[in-house]
């Protein structure tokens, strides 16, 4: 284990100082009862959430890399997550672990310290890794890293600003304190913008009435996950829906057509 | 086919993805070129049949102001094939709003298709407001539960899933579906091809995005003894192919619309080219499995 914090450490510190870093080939050899190759780490490695920070990569697929298969002369942790059969894309069907980016990277560090462990050590998967060594969309990896440097936590749901994005915007929001995504913010007005509730979270108190807009040119809904809540009809561009809210409590909602769309009007007494 | 008569056959608006099972082995190709597979000699033993996909009638965007004639083409498209296709499946979004002209006029076009027999799943914008009670009036006959079913023919099994009537961020198939998928294939030879449509990919192609289905892994666990387990998916309104173990996903294109790539820009919005752009903006991408080969050929094109 002392021979994985020195190459891990040493990976960590030349990344802070976004140095390029070579493991010495008696660490990978030790580290690496496989044989594989050594793994070259780079500190701008795109699987590694946080390295650039508000920089949003774009998953670009491409699927050149599906048929070329692992890389193994020029690692990194992309390839690495190849070779051990760990997917970027977090599928369904994998452990919950690598569902979130902070636990993916830690991940990661892991199949970068262990290349050839992971490779050979994760049983009936490294069977699987075999058998479909050339998967891994580059797709998935990326959009997780995307996710990771835009924010770390950002979801989706919430319009966080990010580079790249001003050209889609259709104008103010109707809702004024759509600043802080996912924060709770006091507000009757909710802009639906980008596939996005915009505040994500509202508080108001009893008897408050909210009202949405639909400001995007293709139609959604809100509509209470459970219970008694709103439930819109279909909104089209421009048109609004409004809800009074009269019980304390939280309700959660979504867009039935876009149900990745998530927001919360938190209702105070 | 070389690139370019490929992007000269090929029309992205319209565009449909035939396949044809050989010996177990799917090969793609894209409608409209002059492929092998398109061209292969009238066979009762293979299967072959065209995949359509989200056509959102009654979408009134300028990404395309006018679904119906693109609809219509890519119809024209299917009737138009050296051969009639033992079966033509649509994997949903047929409608735009599930509103009931849409569906009668969605019902009507795929009148119109030449084909031994039209197939249909329910897409998230076919189940809008009503839990898919629209959609199951209108194609439901034959199948179960939320309007899910299965089918042989010439020697395939063809299993069609319906993951968009009752989801949270992700497709979802249920517990009721996942158990008709085991008892269904309970009785198949491990060697017996088999086909599965749905609307949003059974593989997690961009969770943020809603493009996955949260128990799929279920469903594709009771298919891993299969030799050749092919999923065919719509929704992302683009080509996109993974392949995993025996498992290969294909994601097809649209009839309506473009939506951008996963992650690119804020939202999957319907994306509006410049005129004339379109087909160059875009791209297509033949899909072949040849028999006897492990891996998938996989050929992306610019359209010109």
């Known amino acids: ?269 | 086919m070389s690139r370019r008569q490929l992007a000269r056959h090929g029309a992205w608006f319209g565009a449909a993805v035939a396949l044809s099972v050989v010996g177990g082995e799917v090969i793609s190709s894209v409608v409209g070129g002059t492929t092998s597979a398109a061209a292969a000699a009238d066979d009762t033993a293979t299967l072959r049949f065209v995949q359509v996909s989200d056509s959102h009638l009654g979408f009134t965007g300028t990404a395309n102001p006018d679904v119906t004639g693109s609809f219509a083409h890519a119809i024209d498209q299917v009737n138009a094939l050296p051969y009639r296709p033992d079966f033509v499946m649509h994997t949903g979004d047929l409608t735009h709003l599930s509103t009931a002209a849409q569906f009668d006029q969605v019902k009507q076009m795929l009148g119109g298709v030449r084909a031994g027999s039209v197939h249909t799943v329910p897409g998230e914008h076919d189940a809008i407001h009503d839990h898919g009670r629209g959609y199951l009036s209108t194609f439901g006959a034959g199948s179960a539960g939320d309007g899910w079913y299965s089918f042989d023919l010439k020697g395939v099994h063809v299993l069609a899933l319906v993951n968009t009537l009752s989801l949270e961020k992700l497709g979802h198939l249920g517990p009721d579906q996942l158990d008709f998928v085991r008892r269904d294939v309970a009785g198949l030879s491990s060697d017996t091809p088999i086909l599965v449509f749905s609307h949003i990919p059974l593989f997690a192609m961009y969770p943020e995005w809603g493009w996955g289905t949260d128990d799929a892994a279920q469903a594709l666990s009771h298919l891993r003894r299969f030799s050749s387990v092919t999923c065919l998916n719509g929704h992302v309104h683009q080509l996109f192919t993974k392949t995993e173990g025996t498992v290969t996903f294909h994601s097809a294109t649209t009839t309506a619309y473009p939506l951008p790539r996963p992650g690119v820009g804020p939202a999957p919005t319907p994306q509006t080219l410049p005129a004339g752009r379109l087909r160059a903006a875009l791209g297509i991408r033949e899909v072949s499995h040849v028999q006897g080969q492990t891996t998938l050929a996989i050929k992306d094109s610019v359209l010109s």
């Open chain 1, 1 to 269: 284990m002392h021979f994985v914090d020195m190459l891990v450490h040493r990976w960590d510190l030349a990344r802070a100082l976004g140095r390029p870093y070579a493991a010495p080939d008696e660490l990978t050899r030790v580290l690496n009862p496989c044989g594989g190759s050594a793994a070259r780490l780079a500190p701008d490695d795109r699987l590694l959430p946080g390295d650039r920070p508000g920089r949003v990569t774009t998953p670009a697929i491409d699927d050149r890399d599906d048929r070329r298969g692992p890389r193994a002369e020029h690692g990194g942790p992309t390839a690495l997550a190849r070779r051990t059969g760990r997917k970027g894309s977090y599928p369904m069907w994998c452990s919950s672990v690598l569902r979130r980016p902070r636990r993916l990277f830690a991940v990661a560090v892991l199949a970068v310290a262990f290349p050839g462990l992971a490779a050979c050590g994760s049983g009936s998967g490294g069977a699987a890794s075999a058998a479909a060594p050339a998967y891994a969309p580059a797709a998935t990896p990326t959009a997780t890293s995307g996710a990771g440097a835009g924010g770390g936590t950002t979801p989706p749901s919430t319009p966080a600003p990010m580079p790249g994005m001003s050209g889609m915007a259709t104008g103010a929001p109707g809702a004024g304190g759509a600043t802080a995504a996912g924060k709770p913010v006091s507000a009757t007005r909710v802009a639906i913008q980008n596939f996005a509730f915009s505040p994500a979270t509202v508080t108001v108190k009893a008897g408050t009435t909210v009202t949405w807009t639909n400001q995007d040119s293709d139609p959604h809904t809100v509509t209470a996950k459970s219970g008694a809540g709103p439930d819109s009809p279909t909104l089209d561009q421009g048109a609004t829906y409004q809800y009074t809210f009269t019980k304390a409590g939280q309700y959660a909602y979504l867009c039935t057509i876009h149900p990745f769309m998530l927001g919360t009007v938190v209702v105070t007494p």
